[in-house]
């Protein structure tokens, strides 16, 4: 039995077959020196914890397999990390560092287990870039037959909308005689592939912790030990032969070193048996088990971080297999060539060329601070706005925050902690391209460092592609040992972070003085001169001289300190009493009144320093500080403004801006221990060939064609070379044989093959099979898998029966049908004669109905007047079906009561802030919310300036998985929504894209121009074919009166932009708000009260919108803001509600909303509030119901709102308070005489007591 194996050994090595391209993918277990602050993947394999991406770069690998995920697929996480926390924080770092990897679930200590199409979906798309390589199943933590089926069938669904990625199972093995050489695990895989003939995927054996030295278990060595290159090589032998598996379809993952079962050792001789079986035989993969034991300890028992072997060296057997394996890792897609990595240097600067200054002024962080989300603010502009805003308007494209204190490591911004600091603001100042330094110390607090560890701590909080530098303020009487430690600092990072700057930043004279710098500035040029430190920066505070003398200042004409020019002499000074080059100076003036009285520094002293930072090549010039650029009167010196009053608003930065005639310069990516995103060397240009990749969103590679094939789009994650369409299809590739597993005998009584902390397998460069080409899609949907559904009962109704990623029944009881209202949702309704129930305050047998979107209509800008509702989407039958619903969407400002930890968002209705997702449902029937605002540039949008990334992470999956539908609002009041190219939109629409996204809205009306609004036009023109389901709004203000046009200036763009591009299928949505006044036709007005009637100007402004521009009703939407508006006196009512719900439902609206969710809870009338409704009459969530019951209520058909010269004279559209009992008689006829008799004296008795309807008619002009 012994020799058996051997001979078997030699004659596969025979074999000769071509030399395959092997991939090989370490496993990395995720919790192993895992950073639990910044949910970082690290390693310490090198000796010293680092980014992974860094001890990869070593290793010489290019690919990871990343284990573990665990619990269900859409809310898995790794070792009670989310899946969303884990993937931002290294997602895109690993790709950006142009590392492959492999998303590996299950192991030893948890299952994975996926019910459904949709949340598979989901679960891929969390982690999917250019870099991700395959999914993997490590199959051994007790899961059932049942949902080893459940994944299997996932990859089969999914292989068609990733058919670049590869599926690996991975299962524990024997390595010797075993027949079946896979246990129970491995059994129940085999059987499911099997059962559903899935083809393409890959078998990765665990060939490792045999348990004991038998040949039914391994290969026994010389030593009477299993030889664990050879069982690995048997592993895969017997798994190829006992099942007719393809070598191109199986991988072997060795442990490395010592393994758990004792005696069981694998070598580094073993690493050249099992790499010379694999290229033979051209086996799909290698992996090793794991990355983080790749470094050499003594002999004992097995463990996580090191290999129990002691003669390999550091990532001894990773650089091992890589020289063995030819070809390295194989990515999916061709690898974007990186950046090279610049050389390490620590010399001297060349001098600045004048296009090369850095200008960077100071943001005292604690300067209109949000202390409850973290978030850095300035109110420069005269409002507070996001830092980000404000140096956009600037012109500035770099900035150096101020201050951290205290310990590097544990440093903290003014009390706030480092890591909440960096959580809130990083992102988002490179997601806006703004650069920054980190300036430490100042003069409220020391900043010190001892060691290097805690250095690199320090700094890679903050890197990023947009960090340019770290600065120590030195100014509080740090020690000579203090400034020592900060320049070894210095000086070991400058070799990890060579592309950043490091600067000192002292007090300084301006005038006779030598030496020019103080005491601090002394301290640290001897320690520079200690340490031999180069390529540092010296930095001179050049303020705050102290009194006007010669020694200290350059004297002015006036007899005061000229401030521009004292500033030119510290940086001679320094010059040329330290031989410091210009290139390694800088200066800082204090703009405006200096704390010290009598010195201003003035716009004129602006062009002195930037000519002679200019004509000598400073290395920079910055300015104290950013928040203080605002105008004051004169007077002692305030962080909020300058005490100059004549350079206007950001006057000094944007002469600075213009003296220095140089944008500050972008640091290119730094070759640092931490994560970067360099941006990506484009691919070459030469075009796909049949059944590549030739486009989806994230594809950096080709966009056409060889001839004789188009790209043809399966889902917006890929689209695929095909064959034109023909008569008939091409037939696919024949497939691998399909796997047929012999039934297997009982498995002997020997001990079970077990696995450590067990990797994942990576599919294999053997593809699925390739799909027949099929004619391009002309409307493709954001997913293409069919979710098998559930066999469960038909729904009731009222209940859902169909649409994208929904699994549940697609039938409907009896007397019901399945009406389709959107991709997304189908309703199971009764037919056309049966109107549908008014719900009750409290529905047993059904559910009340939840208002859903109209289908999206399918008129043209201006076709033919109709008082009817249209919809776009088919009857399922000649007998038709009640009509859908109208869409109720409240509006909810994302920025009130935000969560600024998790980013969810939140509301406060009943006096407790609470999660927005556990209040809505204390009203069931509501289930569309419009979240407002995303503004900033498409696929960099923020919110209230948290990234959009952010938002999308927090809340799209939540809100889906709790079956919460939503709109994405874009724009606003506060700032503008742009969108210049088609790819940054589909970008900005798939970042908040699942089953629950009801559609896009654009709230224009923040300064947008004609091009910005026809950018939107067309980039929704190009969308609606891609999101066929999706529903597009432009949200504008209107009048409500007899005023014309109705429209305002933003109304009449976007009507013309659309005109112009002939866009059909959209939603004009009024803000029937804040009319200003009730004079000038403004809005209808109260013939006692005088004020405007804000249901019936409501009601009046979709009558002009639907008359000027012959607009359908079913593509127009109304926001009312309840209760209180800006505007004193516009007050819209409970009874308001009714008069505009009824005018929606009898002609069709497109939709109704109303500003805001926040709003809708009592307060006392006052001016208007954005967490109340200042109406105080309606109850808690009271418009909400109000509108909702409105909108579901059967009213009786009225008279038409259409003859000539209408504009709302009918008491039909009035409330109580405002009823007119004339016009009923239209209506009422062949309505028995009593009802009518008493409905008239009703009318009668109103119209003695209030008479607004007839006043205004009596003012309206015929």
Same mark, same amino acid.
């Given at each position: 039995?012994?020799?058996?194996?051997?001979?078997?050994?030699?004659?596969?090595?025979?074999?000769?077959?071509?030399?395959?391209?092997?991939?090989?993918?370490?496993?990395?277990?995720?919790?192993?020196?895992?950073?639990?602050?910044?949910?970082?993947?690290?390693?310490?394999?090198?000796?010293?914890?680092?980014?992974?991406?860094?001890?990869?770069?070593?290793?010489?690998?290019?690919?990871?397999?990343?284990?573990?995920?665990?619990?269900?697929?859409?809310?898995?996480?790794?070792?009670?990390?989310?899946?969303?926390?884990?993937?931002?924080?290294?997602?895109?770092?690993?790709?950006?560092?142009?590392?492959?990897?492999?998303?590996?679930?299950?192991?030893?200590?948890?299952?994975?287990?996926?019910?459904?199409?949709?949340?598979?979906?989901?679960?891929?798309?969390?982690?999917?870039?250019?870099?991700?390589?395959?999914?993997?199943?490590?199959?051994?933590?007790?899961?059932?037959?049942?949902?080893?089926?459940?994944?299997?069938?996932?990859?089969?669904?999914?292989?068609?909308?990733?058919?670049?990625?590869?599926?690996?199972?991975?299962?524990?093995?024997?390595?010797?005689?075993?027949?079946?050489?896979?246990?129970?695990?491995?059994?129940?895989?085999?059987?499911?592939?099997?059962?559903?003939?899935?083809?393409?995927?890959?078998?990765?054996?665990?060939?490792?912790?045999?348990?004991?030295?038998?040949?039914?278990?391994?290969?026994?060595?010389?030593?009477?030990?299993?030889?664990?290159?050879?069982?690995?090589?048997?592993?895969?032998?017997?798994?190829?032969?006992?099942?007719?598996?393809?070598?191109?379809?199986?991988?072997?993952?060795?442990?490395?070193?010592?393994?758990?079962?004792?005696?069981?050792?694998?070598?580094?001789?073993?690493?050249?048996?099992?790499?010379?079986?694999?290229?033979?035989?051209?086996?799909?993969?290698?992996?090793?088990?794991?990355?983080?034991?790749?470094?050499?300890?003594?002999?004992?028992?097995?463990?996580?971080?090191?290999?129990?072997?002691?003669?390999?060296?550091?990532?001894?057997?990773?650089?091992?297999?890589?020289?063995?394996?030819?070809?390295?890792?194989?990515?999916?897609?061709?690898?974007?060539?990186?950046?090279?990595?610049?050389?390490?240097?620590?010399?001297?600067?060349?001098?600045?060329?004048?296009?090369?200054?850095?200008?960077?002024?100071?943001?005292?962080?604690?300067?209109?601070?949000?202390?409850?989300?973290?978030?850095?603010?300035?109110?420069?502009?005269?409002?507070?706005?996001?830092?980000?805003?404000?140096?956009?308007?600037?012109?500035?494209?770099?900035?150096?925050?101020?201050?951290?204190?205290?310990?590097?490591?544990?440093?903290?911004?003014?009390?706030?902690?480092?890591?909440?600091?960096?959580?809130?603001?990083?992102?988002?100042?490179?997601?806006?391209?703004?650069?920054?330094?980190?300036?430490?110390?100042?003069?409220?607090?020391?900043?010190?460092?001892?060691?290097?560890?805690?250095?690199?701590?320090?700094?890679?909080?903050?890197?990023?592609?947009?960090?340019?530098?770290?600065?120590?303020?030195?100014?509080?009487?740090?020690?000579?040992?203090?400034?020592?430690?900060?320049?070894?600092?210095?000086?070991?990072?400058?070799?990890?972070?060579?592309?950043?700057?490091?600067?000192?930043?002292?007090?300084?004279?301006?005038?006779?003085?030598?030496?020019?710098?103080?005491?601090?500035?002394?301290?640290?040029?001897?320690?520079?001169?200690?340490?031999?430190?180069?390529?540092?920066?010296?930095?001179?505070?050049?303020?705050?001289?102290?009194?006007?003398?010669?020694?200290?200042?350059?004297?002015?004409?006036?007899?005061?300190?000229?401030?521009?020019?004292?500033?030119?002499?510290?940086?001679?000074?320094?010059?040329?009493?330290?031989?410091?080059?210009?290139?390694?100076?800088?200066?800082?003036?204090?703009?405006?009144?200096?704390?010290?009285?009598?010195?201003?520094?003035?716009?004129?002293?602006?062009?002195?320093?930037?000519?002679?930072?200019?004509?000598?090549?400073?290395?920079?010039?910055?300015?104290?500080?950013?928040?203080?650029?605002?105008?004051?009167?004169?007077?002692?010196?305030?962080?909020?403004?300058?005490?100059?009053?004549?350079?206007?608003?950001?006057?000094?930065?944007?002469?600075?801006?213009?003296?220095?005639?140089?944008?500050?310069?972008?640091?290119?990516?730094?070759?640092?221990?931490?994560?970067?995103?360099?941006?990506?060397?484009?691919?070459?240009?030469?075009?796909?060939?049949?059944?590549?990749?030739?486009?989806?969103?994230?594809?950096?590679?080709?966009?056409?064609?060889?001839?004789?094939?188009?790209?043809?789009?399966?889902?917006?994650?890929?689209?695929?070379?095909?064959?034109?369409?023909?008569?008939?299809?091409?037939?696919?590739?024949?497939?691998?044989?399909?796997?047929?597993?012999?039934?297997?005998?009982?498995?002997?009584?020997? /001990?079970? #093959?077990?696995?450590? *902390? @067990?990797?994942?397998? =990576?599919?294999?460069? +053997? &593809? %699925? $099979? !390739?799909?027949?080409?099929?004619?391009?899609?002309?409307?493709?949907?954001?997913?293409?898998?069919?979710?098998?559904?559930?066999?469960?009962?038909?729904?009731?109704?009222?209940?859902?029966?169909?649409?994208?990623?929904?699994?549940?029944?697609?039938?409907?009881?009896?007397?019901?049908?399945?009406?389709?209202?959107?991709?997304?949702?189908?309703?199971?309704?009764?037919?056309?004669?049966?109107?549908? /129930?008014? #719900?009750?305050?409290? *529905? @047993?047998?059904?559910? =009340?109905?939840?208002? +859903? &979107? %109209? $289908? !999206?209509?399918?008129?043209?800008?201006?076709?033919?007047?109709?008082?009817?509702?249209?919809?776009?989407?088919?009857?399922?039958?000649?007998?038709?079906?009640?009509?859908?619903?109208?869409?109720?969407?409240?509006?909810?400002?994302?920025?009130?009561?935000?969560?600024?930890?998790?980013?969810?968002?939140?509301?406060?209705?009943?006096?407790?802030?609470?999660?927005?997702?556990?209040?809505?449902?204390?009203?069931?029937?509501?289930?569309?919310? @419009?979240?407002?605002?995303?503004?900033?540039?498409?696929?960099?949008? !923020?919110?209230?300036?948290?990234?959009?990334?952010?938002?999308?992470?927090?809340?799209?999956?939540?809100?889906?998985?709790?079956?919460?539908?939503?709109?994405?609002?874009?724009?606003?009041?506060?700032?503008?929504?742009?969108?210049?190219?088609?790819?940054?939109?589909?970008?900005?629409?798939?970042?908040?894209?699942?089953?629950?996204?009801?559609?896009?809205?654009?709230?224009?009306?923040?300064?947008?121009?004609?091009?910005?609004?026809?950018?939107?036009?067309?980039?929704?023109?190009?969308?609606?074919?891609?999101?066929?389901?999706?529903?597009?709004?432009?949200?504008?203000?209107?009048?409500?009166?007899?005023?014309?046009?109705?429209?305002?200036?933003?109304?009449?763009?976007?009507?013309?932009?659309?005109?112009?591009?002939?866009?059909?299928?959209?939603?004009?949505?009024?803000?029937?708000?804040?009319?200003?006044?009730?004079?000038?036709?403004?809005?209808?007005?109260?013939?006692?009260?005088?004020?405007?009637?804000?249901?019936?100007?409501?009601?009046?402004?979709?009558?002009?919108?639907?008359?000027?521009?012959?607009?359908?009703?079913?593509?127009?939407?109304?926001?009312?803001?309840?209760?209180?508006?800006?505007?004193?006196?516009?007050?819209?009512?409970?009874?308001?509600?009714?008069?505009?719900?009824?005018?929606?439902?009898?002609?069709?609206?497109?939709?109704?909303?109303?500003?805001?969710?926040?709003?809708?809870?009592?307060?006392?009338?006052?001016?208007?509030?954005?967490?109340?409704?200042?109406?105080?009459?309606?109850?808690?969530?009271?418009?909400?119901?109000?509108?909702?019951?409105?909108?579901?209520?059967?009213?009786?058909?009225?008279?038409?709102?259409?003859?000539?010269?209408?504009?709302?004279?009918?008491?039909?559209?009035?409330?109580?308070?405002?009823?007119?009992?004339?016009?009923?008689?239209?209506?009422?006829?062949?309505?028995?005489?009593?009802?009518?008799?008493?409905?008239?004296?009703?009318?009668?008795?109103?119209?003695?007591?209030?008479?607004?309807?007839?006043?205004?008619?009596?003012?309206?002009?015929?």
């Amino acid at each position: 039995m012994m020799a058996s194996a051997p001979v078997v050994l030699l004659c596969a090595l025979l074999l000769t077959p071509a030399l395959a391209t092997v991939l090989f993918s370490p496993y990395k277990d995720v919790t192993v020196a895992f950073n639990w602050n910044t949910n970082e993947l690290r390693s310490a394999v090198t000796g010293t914890v680092s980014p992974l991406s860094s001890a990869l770069t070593a290793s010489g690998a290019n690919t990871v397999t990343l284990a573990f995920a665990t619990g269900a697929c859409g809310t898995e996480n790794w070792a009670g990390i989310s899946g969303i926390a884990l993937s931002v924080s290294n997602v895109k770092a690993l790709s950006a560092a142009g590392i492959n990897y492999i998303i590996s679930t299950g192991g030893a200590n948890g299952a994975f287990t996926c019910t459904n199409d949709a949340d598979f979906l989901t679960f891929v798309n969390r982690y999917n870039t250019k870099n991700l390589v395959g999914i993997d199943f490590d199959v051994e933590g007790g899961q059932t037959q049942v949902d080893i089926d459940n994944l299997v069938q996932r990859v089969k669904t999914a292989q068609a909308i990733f058919p670049n990625l590869r599926w690996s199972f991975t299962v524990a093995s024997f390595g010797g005689t075993a027949n079946p050489i896979v246990g129970t695990y491995g059994l129940m895989v085999l059987q499911s592939i099997n059962k559903y003939n899935l083809q393409g995927y890959i078998i990765n054996l665990m060939t490792m912790d045999y348990g004991s030295a038998s040949p039914n278990n391994c290969v026994i060595g010389a030593n009477g030990q299993c030889d664990m290159g050879q069982s690995a090589v048997q592993a895969a032998m017997a798994l190829h032969s006992q099942y007719n598996i393809p070598y191109s379809q199986i991988e072997v993952t060795p442990m490395i070193g010592g393994n758990d079962s004792p005696g069981e050792t694998f070598t580094i001789a073993d690493v050249a048996t099992v790499a010379h079986f694999a290229v033979t035989n051209g086996l799909a993969g290698v992996h090793i088990w794991s990355f983080d034991r790749d470094t050499d300890c003594p002999t004992g028992s097995a463990t996580t971080t090191c290999n129990s072997y002691g003669q390999a060296g550091t990532l001894g057997f990773s650089k091992a297999f890589v020289a063995s394996l030819p070809g390295g890792p194989v990515a999916p897609v061709p690898t974007l060539t990186p950046a090279p990595t610049p050389a390490s240097t620590a010399s001297v600067p060349t001098p600045a060329s004048p296009s090369t200054i850095l200008f960077s002024p100071y943001k005292d962080i604690t300067v209109s601070f949000n202390w409850n989300t973290n978030v850095l603010q300035t109110a420069v502009t005269g409002s507070v706005t996001p830092l980000t805003t404000a140096l956009t308007q600037s012109g500035a494209k770099t900035i150096t925050l101020a201050f951290a204190t205290g310990a590097c490591g544990t440093e903290n911004w003014a009390g706030v902690s480092s890591a909440a600091l960096a959580a809130a603001n990083v992102n988002a100042l490179s997601a806006a391209g703004i650069n920054y330094i980190i300036s430490t110390g100042g003069a409220n607090g020391a900043f010190t460092c001892n060691n290097d560890a805690d250095f690199l701590t320090f700094v890679n909080r903050y890197n990023s592609k947009n960090l340019v530098g770290i600065d120590f303020d030195i100014e509080v009487g740090q020690s000579q040992a203090d400034v020592d430690n900060l320049v070894q600092r210095v000086k070991a990072a400058q070799t990890i972070f060579p592309n950043l700057r490091w600067s000192f930043t002292v007090a300084s004279f301006g005038g006779s003085a030598n030496p020019i710098i103080g005491t601090s500035g002394l301290k640290v040029l001897q320690s520079i001169k200690a340490f031999n430190l180069q390529g540092y920066i010296i930095n001179l505070m050049t303020m705050d001289y102290g009194s006007a003398s010669p020694n200290n200042c350059v004297i002015g004409a006036n007899g005061q300190c000229n401030m521009g020019q004292s500033a030119v002499q510290a940086a001679m000074a320094l010059h040329s009493q330290y031989n410091i080059p210009y290139s390694q100076i800088e200066v800082t003036p204090m703009i405006g009144g200096n704390d010290t009285p009598d010195e201003t520094f003035t716009i004129a002293d602006v062009a002195t320093v930037a000519q002679f930072a200019v004509v000598n090549g400073l290395a920079g010039v910055h300015t104290w500080s950013l928040d203080r650029d605002r105008d004051c009167a004169p007077g002692s010196a305030t962080p909020m403004c300058n005490t100059y009053g004549q350079a206007g608003t950001l006057g000094f930065t944007k002469a600075f801006i213009a003296s220095l005639a140089a944008s500050p310069p972008v640091p290119s990516p730094t070759p640092s221990l931490a994560p970067t995103t360099p941006a990506p060397t484009p691919l070459p240009a030469a075009c796909s060939q049949l059944y590549d990749q030739c486009g989806g969103q994230g594809w950096l590679g080709s966009t056409c064609c060889a001839t004789g094939s188009v790209c043809t789009v399966r889902s917006v994650w890929y689209s695929q070379c095909l064959a034109p369409t023909a008569s008939s299809p091409t037939p696919a590739p024949t497939p691998a044989p399909t796997p047929t597993p012999t039934p297997a005998p009982a498995l002997t009584p020997t /001990p079970a #093959p077990k696995s450590s *902390p @067990t990797p994942a397998p =990576t599919p294999s460069p +053997t &593809p %699925a $099979p !390739t799909p027949s080409p099929t004619p391009a899609a002309t409307a493709p949907t954001p997913t293409s898998q069919a979710p098998t559904p559930l066999a469960i009962s038909c729904s009731g109704e009222w209940n859902q029966c169909g649409g994208t990623g929904w699994t549940g029944p697609s039938c409907c009881a009896p007397g019901l049908q399945c009406r389709f209202f959107s991709v997304w949702y189908s309703q199971c309704v009764k037919g056309a004669s049966a109107p549908a /129930p008014t #719900p009750t305050s409290a *529905p @047993t047998s059904a559910p =009340t109905p939840a208002p +859903t &979107p %109209a $289908p !999206t209509p399918s008129k043209s800008p201006s076709p033919t007047p109709t008082t009817a509702a249209t919809s776009a989407a088919p009857p399922l039958s000649s007998s038709g079906g009640a009509s859908p619903p109208i869409l109720f969407s409240p509006y909810k400002d994302a920025s009130i009561y935000l969560n600024w930890n998790t980013y969810q968002m939140g509301v406060s209705l009943s006096g407790a802030q609470a999660s927005l997702l556990s209040t809505l449902p204390q009203v069931p029937a509501l289930s569309v919310t @419009t979240w407002a605002f995303a503004t900033g540039a498409c696929g960099t949008e !923020t919110w209230g300036g948290v990234s959009g990334q952010m938002i999308a992470a927090a809340n799209v999956q939540a809100w889906a998985n709790a079956g919460q539908r939503y709109i994405v609002s874009t724009g606003g009041a506060q700032g503008a929504f742009t969108c210049g190219n088609d790819n940054d939109f589909l970008t900005f629409i798939n970042r908040y894209n699942s089953r629950s996204l009801v559609g896009i809205d654009f709230d224009i009306e923040a300064g947008q121009t004609q091009a910005d609004v026809d950018g939107l036009v067309q980039r929704v023109k190009v969308a609606q074919a891609v999101f066929p389901g999706l529903r597009w709004s432009f949200t504008v203000a209107t009048l409500g009166g007899t005023a014309q046009p109705s429209l305002g200036y933003y109304g009449t763009m976007v009507m013309s932009s659309i005109a112009r591009y002939a866009l059909t299928g959209y939603y004009i949505n009024l803000m029937a708000m804040d009319y200003g006044s009730s004079a000038g036709g403004n809005c209808i007005v109260s013939g006692t009260t005088g004020q405007c009637q804000m249901g019936l100007s409501a009601v009046q402004s979709a009558i002009n919108l639907h008359k000027a521009y012959n607009l359908p009703y079913s593509q127009i939407e109304v926001t009312p803001m309840i209760g209180g508006n800006d505007t004193p006196d516009e007050t819209f009512t409970i009874d308001d509600v009714s008069t505009l719900t009824k005018f929606a439902v009898q002609n069709g609206l497109g939709g109704l909303h109303m500003w805001s969710l926040d709003r809708d809870t009592d307060c006392p009338p006052g001016p208007a509030s954005p967490t109340c409704n200042t109406y105080g009459q309606a109850g808690t969530l009271g418009f909400t119901k109000a509108f909702l019951s409105g909108l579901a209520a059967t009213t009786k058909p009225f008279v038409a709102l259409d003859a000539p010269d209408d504009v709302v004279t009918s008491a039909l559209w009035a409330s109580p308070s405002a009823t007119r009992a004339a016009p009923l008689l239209g209506v009422l006829v062949g309505v028995p005489v009593g009802i009518v008799l008493g409905m008239l004296a009703f009318g009668a008795y109103r119209l003695r007591s209030k008479r607004a309807a007839v006043v205004v008619q009596q003012h309206i002009p015929k």
